[in-house]
């Protein structure tokens, strides 16, 4: 069974960091990643990819997010610094990822993690 679970999150101050993980059972990460967030009252906003054509940022994340694997490609993670506080949401991740048991390839989904940031 295909799964994604994100951990990590927590409550910061301005200022502060955090790194969430997104474990992946059942199959590895392959050639699409993402990191999404969903703030209060706003809409889901994609944050970070990792694709096969590299890394790519929200403007509002440039510069401050980081999108990584482990070596592995069983783990997927987002380094979050000078956190701020519209930073706030739920943060999921998205792949597009190949059923051990079978091959067949879809889109999941993590439950998500909260992260709130404080000033």
């Known amino acids: 069974q295909v799964q994604l679970v994100e951990s990590g999150g927590g409550s910061v101050q301005a200022g502060g960091s955090l790194r969430l993980s997104c474990a992946v059972s059942?199959?590895?990460?392959?050639?699409?990643v993402g990191w999404y967030r969903q703030a209060p009252g706003k809409q889901r906003e994609l944050l970070a990819t990792?694709?096969?054509?590299?890394?790519w940022y929200a403007e509002a994340v440039k510069g401050r997010f980081t999108i990584s694997r482990d070596s592995a490609n069983t783990k997927a993670y987002l380094q979050m610094n000078n956190l701020e506080p519209d930073d706030t949401g739920v943060y999921s991740c998205?792949?597009?990822?190949?059923?051990?048991?079978?091959?067949?390839?879809?889109?999941?989904w993590g439950q998500g993690t909260q992260v709130t940031v404080s000033s």
């Open positions: 998205n792949a597009n990822l190949a059923r051990m048991s079978d091959g067949r390839r879809n889109n999941y």
């Open positions: 059942g199959s590895i990460f392959s050639d699409y």
């Open positions: 990792s694709t096969l054509g590299g890394e």
